[in-house]
Structure formats: C-alpha cells, structure tokens
C-alpha cells in the first residue's frame, strides 16, 4: 500500500514551536484535501514537532463542545502514528468531522429505540426458522451473564457496544442463540465513527493493530480508541486521484471507491447508452463475494464488447478490481472513459457523487451518501477554520 510520508522519519523536538505559521513546512499533502485558506497547497505538519506538540494542536481542532479532548488526541495521534498518515491539520480535521457526525464525539453514541429495534429483529429471525414466539418469550426471561434477565437487558438498551455484548451472550448462553444468528451478531457497525466490524477485522489481518485484543476484534470497533484507529483507516489509508475531499467522504458511507466506480458508471451509461445508477457497486454480491449473474454494468461493457476489443472474461477480470485502486489503471476503465471522451469532445471527470439511498433500522428519515459527504465536508471546513488554515 503506498506510504504518505518516507518510511523512518522521526518526530523530534523543536524549542519554542507554538504556532502553526512559525516552521517550515512538511510534505505536501494529496490534491483531495485540498488547499489552505491562504491558496497554498496543504501541507504536513513539520516533522521536527515533538509528541506533545502534535497533540496538542490536535487538541484545538477538537470541537469545544467534546469531553476529555485531551483523549481524544491521544487516540488520534496513536492511530496516526500506526498507520503512517501525515499529521496535518487536513488529515486531522477528516477524521473529526466523521466523529463529529456520527457520533458528536461519544466513544459509545446513543441510539433512540434499540430495544425495539431487537426485539423486532428478534422476531423476524424466529419466525424464518420457525421458533414459536412462546419458546423465544420464555428464553428471554434467563438470567444472562450480567445478573440481569435478557428481557431486562433488552428495555434498558441505550448504546451499541451494549446491543453488542447483548447479541454476543445471546448466540452464547441461550437455547436457540447459535440457531437464530449462527455465529452471526447483527451488529455490523458501531463506535465513533461507525466503522463496519467486517472491515475491521479485514484491516487486522492486514496491518499490525497498535494495541493488545483482549476478546475480539469487534469488541476494539466499540472502544474510543479503535473506532478511531479503524475509522482513520478506512476513511484516509488508501490512495485515490480525487480532487475534493467530500468524495472521500462520500467513499466513507458508500464504500472505498465507489465515486471513482460512480464516475466510470457514468462515462459507460454515455457509451453504451443504458441507464445505470451511479451508485458505485459495478458487479452484484452474494455472500460478500461476486455473484455468478452479470450486474447492469457487466452486461453493458460485455455490450461493447467489440468496441472495447475486449473479451467477456477480460471486462469481468477487470470489474473484480472495483474495490481496488488497480481498477483505475485496468484497460477496461481506461478504454471505457476513452470512448466516453471521444464521443464528448472533453475530458469527463473521474470522480462522481454515488446516488445511494440509506437505509437502516437507525435512520427514521430519508437521507443519501451524498447528504452524509456534504454534511462532513461541512464540519471538515469548520475543523480548519479553527486551526487558521
């Protein structure tokens, strides 16, 4: 995976550094987070900063409204550190505005309605495997690991990490757990970033975690320190060509990628003339893997087959990077934007807004991705006003 910064540069002390226009300045930053107020491309911070230094710029930035800023820092930082993103004030102020958004900046957000949210999910998995209501209502008057019965625990959900440890002692402890969630905990998001526990646990496995796991990787999504670090992660390591950063915050709701894969949805609906929905998903799932039966996107490039000069098994070849920056550099991209331009006269933009509707048993009103990148970039634009730049 490409490195922001050089491999081996250390972070040393510089006396009397307090303001944020007095050292020279670091690396420049990538074209999506944009330019100072000033014009000035953005920049790292210098490298000749202390630790302390670091965090407490990170401090002003924090909102003022948020508890213990100092701990929040001191996550920021440390997840920073382990994934080798630059400290700079752009890059900082990306992750607080996905805090500030998804959270306000509480470790362990509130959800309105969690207990009708279980019980309603507990319903409609009895009912697929044929569990009588009276057999799941005796069950979950138990006494669960915590003292209390489930029933109790249920009426007195308030956040997710509580939702989580309840579906965890669930498939553990009663009767019919394992059968109705098969290992399988509904709680696929969570923490202050709202970082999706599939990607956590596929980020683990890729680059080293920069604490100890004491149960399970999804336990850390729910801690203020790993919902930082996962969310840092998913939202800034890795590359992409943007020239805007709401299109990396549109990729945080949507998916890595997906207003790169919206932008090449739009260039292949003006060559092939078929309607697709720029939505960023260019192949259909099951399972989380690539579905056999050929999505809307596949069978419109397969119906250019020929003006491509490419085979039906070279475009899917090329269709299973979609999650991947290799799909940007793939002949099918490339040749697809070619004839897109061709027929336009001008260059098309390689970037596009997904058109996704949200849907969740959290959200009581109807909102978009590109509501959540908007809203973000707004907070983001706040975060930089108060470090002056």
């Known amino acids: 995976m490409r490195r922001w910064l050089p491999l081996g540069i ?3 002390v510089l006396a009397g550094c307090s303001s944020f226009e007095s050292e020279p300045e670091g690396p420049a930053l990538p074209a999506d987070l944009g330019r100072r107020a000033d014009g000035k491309p953005a920049t790292a911070w210098p490298t000749s900063l202390s630790e302390a230094e670091v965090k407490q710029r ?15 820092a001191g996550d920021l930082y ?6 080798d993103i630059p400290h700079a004030a752009q890059t900082y102020c990306a992750t607080i505005a996905v805090i500030e958004q998804e959270s306000s900046f509480q470790a362990d957000p509130t959800v309105p309605g969690l207990p009708n949210i279980v019980r309603r999910e507990l319903e409609t998995r009895a009912g697929r495997f044929g569990i009588p209501k009276l057999i799941v209502n005796t069950a979950l008057k138990k006494t669960s690991p915590d003292g209390k019965t489930y029933d109790e625990r249920i009426d007195g959900l308030k956040t997710e990490k509580q939702l989580n440890t309840l ?3 669930m ?8 059968q109705l969630f098969a290992d399988y905990n509904p709680v696929r998001t969570g923490g202050p970033m709202q970082v999706s526990i599939e990607f956590a646990e596929k980020q683990i496995k890729e680059k080293a975690y ?16 790993g919902g930082v670090y996962f969310g840092s992660a998913i939202l800034l390591d890795y590359p992409v060509g943007y020239d805007n950063i709401v299109y990396r915050f549109a990729d945080f709701n949507a998916g890595r990628y997906s207003s790169r894969n919206a932008a090449f949805q739009n260039a292949l609906a003006k060559v092939s003339g078929k309607a697709l929905t720029p939505d960023g998903d260019l192949l259909r799932y099951e399972n989380g893997q690539p579905a056999a039966v050929a999505s809307s996107v596949e069978e419109a490039a ?12 070279q475009i899917r070849r090329d269709l299973l990077l979609e999650k991947t920056a290799a799909f940007a550099k ?3 991209f490339n040749r697809v934007f070619e004839l897109a331009e061709q027929g336009s006269g001008r260059p098309m933009p390689r970037q596009a807004m997904p058109q996704i509707d949200l849907k969740s048993p959290k959200i009581t009103r109807q909102l978009t991705t590109e509501w959540f990148a908007r809203r973000v970039e707004g907070r983001y634009r706040g975060c930089l006003a108060r470090s002056g730049r």
């Open 10 to 12: 250390a972070l040393t």
């Open 58 to 72: 990170i401090i002003q930035l924090i909102p003022g409204t948020a508890r213990d800023k100092a701990g929040w």
């Open 78 to 83: 440390a997840a920073y550190k382990a994934l």
């Open 167 to 169: 579906f965890e002692d």
């Open 171 to 178: 498939i553990g402890e009663l009767p019919f757990g394992r």
């Open 210 to 225: 920069p604490y100890p796991v004491a149960r399970k990787v999804r336990d850390e999504v729910f801690t203020r320190r």
């Open 302 to 313: 397969i119906g250019l087959a020929g003006k491509l000069d490419m085979s039906r098994p």
């Open 330 to 332: 793939s002949p099918l």
